[in-house]
């Protein structure tokens, strides 16, 4: 049979339902009156999910039983233990309470031991069917434990409550629970920039830098994605700080644009990214941006469209990066074709290069390209004519061939001259005289 842990406010109350639940048959008996240190007791016990079942009061000594309910579900072990709730009476609104919580059964008080013997019995031989919570583990469970009062009250209103509890934590220094609670506020697509900062912040205080670029980095291209200009700035230049090689969230944005063919956003984005560019390098970097469009010219023409609508822009220093774009663009647009030569030249070289090697690991292939027979060896004889033209047909010319030595002296087949229409049949013939001619020059 299982152990009950009862947990109730104060000891007087634990003896009066320790009473009740030891008339229901139950001996084991555990009474605590704090929800913390009965969380840490059951997080000690691997089996505590199928040997205990808490019998919990809605008052206990540091927090509220629907508090003590939720800490449980966060855990990866503890979620599944039966719990029991005492509420003061069974009404609509404890009902709905209840299902705010994370209770498996209610009980109303005053308490008879029959509807308590029942509601124990149907947790024993039914175990509840429930999931753990959302992101539950270690971390979550005991930073729950740790700001009982903020994060659990927090969990019911995810995430822009986890959002106020993760920069509550930050202004008390508790870094760890601040990052649980910012995890859960992530959740929240118009509080995702704000929660990455928040990480950042939080990881600055565990210094921890490789964090901080990380989150300051998802946080800059978050505002950058939402058109948030000013603050998506303010965070990159945070960021090349400690990060002088960090990806522009101007230009990875740009480029996703440009992939799509939406040239007007695209410079729009790039129009709004001048003050994270050195000045030195906004003409070059702008015009690579524009050379990766399928179109160069078209995109050329609307971020020059689009820096004009920068109304802020001093007009000498609006002359001088439309002026440095252009001439950076021209060069690189002339310097692509150079390119482009060259690579073509470089490939009807290789080409050469094959043919040349080929034709050196083939040296006796004729110009019909029919090669020797596999294992027949071919002899390096200087060459001679072919007097009686045994190789000519009608319309070609003589050829010299490279003899070799025979044992017998050859004798020609002759051949009938025939009209210059040849069928096809004539053709395969004539295919297979040459074939013969061959085998018979190379064999030894």
Same mark, same amino acid.
């Given at each position: 049979?299982?152990?009950?842990?009862?947990?109730?406010?104060?000891?007087?109350?634990?003896?009066?339902?320790?009473?009740?639940?030891?008339?229901?048959?139950?001996?084991?008996?555990?009474?605590?009156?704090?929800?913390?240190?009965?969380?840490?007791?059951?997080?000690?016990?691997?089996?505590?999910?199928?040997?205990?079942?808490?019998?919990?009061?809605?008052?206990?000594?540091?927090?509220?039983?629907?508090?003590?309910?939720?800490?449980?579900?966060?855990?990866?072990?503890?979620?599944?233990?039966?719990?029991?709730?005492?509420?003061?009476?069974?009404?609509?609104?404890?009902?709905?309470?209840?299902?705010?919580?994370?209770?498996?059964?209610?009980?109303?008080?005053?308490?008879?031991?029959?509807?308590?013997?029942?509601?124990?019995?149907?947790?024993?031989?039914?175990?509840?069917?429930?999931?753990?919570?959302?992101?539950?583990?270690?971390?979550?469970?005991?930073?729950?434990?740790?700001?009982?009062?903020?994060?659990?009250?927090?969990?019911?209103?995810?995430?822009?409550?986890?959002?106020?509890?993760?920069?509550?934590?930050?202004?008390?220094?508790?870094?760890?629970?601040?990052?649980?609670?910012?995890?859960?506020?992530?959740?929240?697509?118009?509080?995702?920039?704000?929660?990455?900062?928040?990480?950042?912040?939080?990881?600055?205080?565990?210094?921890?830098?490789?964090?901080?670029?990380?989150?300051?980095?998802?946080?800059?291209?978050?505002?950058?994605?939402?058109?948030?200009?000013?603050?998506?700035?303010?965070?990159?230049?945070?960021?090349?700080?400690?990060?002088?090689?960090?990806?522009?969230?101007?230009?990875?944005? !740009? %480029?996703? $644009?440009? *992939? +799509?063919?939406?040239?007007?956003?695209?410079? #729009?984005?790039?129009?709004?990214? =001048?003050?994270?560019?050195?000045?030195?390098?906004?003409?070059?970097?702008?015009?690579?941006?524009?050379?990766?469009?399928?179109?160069?010219?078209?995109?050329?023409?609307?971020?020059?469209?689009?820096?004009?609508?920068?109304?802020?822009?001093?007009?000498?220093?609006?002359?001088?990066?439309?002026?440095?774009?252009?001439?950076?663009?021209?060069?690189?647009?002339?310097? !692509? %074709?150079? $390119?482009? *030569? +060259?690579?073509?030249?470089?490939?009807?070289? #290789?080409?050469?290069?094959?043919? =040349?090697?080929?034709?050196?690991?083939?040296?006796?292939?004729?110009?019909?390209?029919?090669?020797?027979?596999?294992?027949?060896?071919?002899?390096?004889?200087?060459?001679?004519?072919?007097?009686?033209?045994?190789?000519?047909?009608?319309?070609?010319?003589?050829?010299?061939?490279?003899?070799?030595?025979?044992?017998?002296?050859?004798?020609?087949?002759?051949?009938?001259?025939?009209?210059? $229409?040849?069928?096809?049949?004539?053709?395969?013939?004539?295919?297979?005289?040459?074939?013969?001619?061959?085998?018979?020059?190379?064999?030894?």
């Amino acid at each position: 049979m299982q152990t009950i842990l009862l947990l109730n406010e104060s000891q007087s109350i634990n003896a009066i339902d320790k009473k009740i639940v030891r008339d229901c048959g139950y001996e084991q008996i555990l009474p605590m009156t704090s929800g913390s240190e009965a969380a840490r007791f059951l997080a000690g016990d691997p089996l505590a999910a199928t040997t205990y079942i808490a019998v919990v009061g809605m008052r206990l000594s540091d927090m509220t039983g629907e508090q003590f309910a939720t800490i449980l579900k966060s855990h990866p072990r503890l979620y599944a233990l039966p719990i029991l709730l005492l509420v003061p009476s069974e009404t609509e609104k404890d009902q709905l309470q209840m299902l705010g919580t994370h209770a498996h059964a209610l009980l109303a008080r005053p308490i008879a031991v029959e509807s308590m013997r029942a509601s124990l019995a149907l947790l024993a031989t039914n175990p509840p069917k429930t999931t753990p919570a959302k992101g539950a583990s270690d971390n979550l469970f005991f930073a729950l434990l740790e700001n009982s009062q903020t994060l659990v009250k927090a969990s019911r209103y995810e995430p822009e409550a986890f959002y106020k509890v993760g920069m509550q934590c930050v202004q008390q220094k508790k870094w760890n629970s601040a990052i649980i609670a910012f995890t859960h506020a992530l959740e929240s697509p118009t509080l995702k920039g704000e929660a990455e900062l928040g990480m950042a912040a939080a990881y600055t205080g565990k210094k921890d830098q490789n964090n901080v670029g990380y989150w300051l980095s998802q946080a800059a291209e978050t505002m950058v994605n939402a058109g948030r200009w000013n603050i998506a700035r303010t965070i990159f230049a945070r960021v090349v700080i400690g990060n002088s090689q960090a990806r522009n969230p101007f230009f990875v944005k !740009a %480029r996703k $644009h440009i *992939n +799509q063919g939406h040239y007007a956003e695209a410079a #729009d984005t790039l129009a709004e990214s =001048l003050e994270t560019v050195p000045a030195p390098l906004v003409g070059e970097k702008m015009a690579d941006m524009c050379r990766m469009a399928k179109h160069p010219q078209t995109m050329l023409h609307t971020l020059l469209a689009a820096l004009a609508k920068r109304t802020n822009l001093p007009p000498t220093l609006y002359a001088q990066i439309t002026q440095s774009l252009k001439e950076n663009f021209a060069r690189k647009i002339e310097e !692509a %074709r150079d $390119h482009e *030569n +060259q690579a073509r030249l470089q490939r009807k070289e #290789d080409l050469k290069l094959r043919l =040349l090697s080929q034709n050196k690991e083939n040296p006796a292939e004729d110009k019909d390209g029919l090669k020797p027979a596999r294992g027949i060896a071919v002899r390096e004889d200087p060459p001679e004519t072919d007097p009686l033209g045994l190789l000519a047909l009608p319309g070609d010319t003589p050829s010299s061939t490279t003899p070799v030595h025979r044992t017998e002296p050859f004798v020609p087949i002759p051949i009938t001259p025939l009209s210059d $229409h040849r069928s096809s049949l004539f053709g395969d013939i004539i295919q297979i005289i040459k074939m013969t001619w061959h085998l018979m020059r190379n064999s030894p």
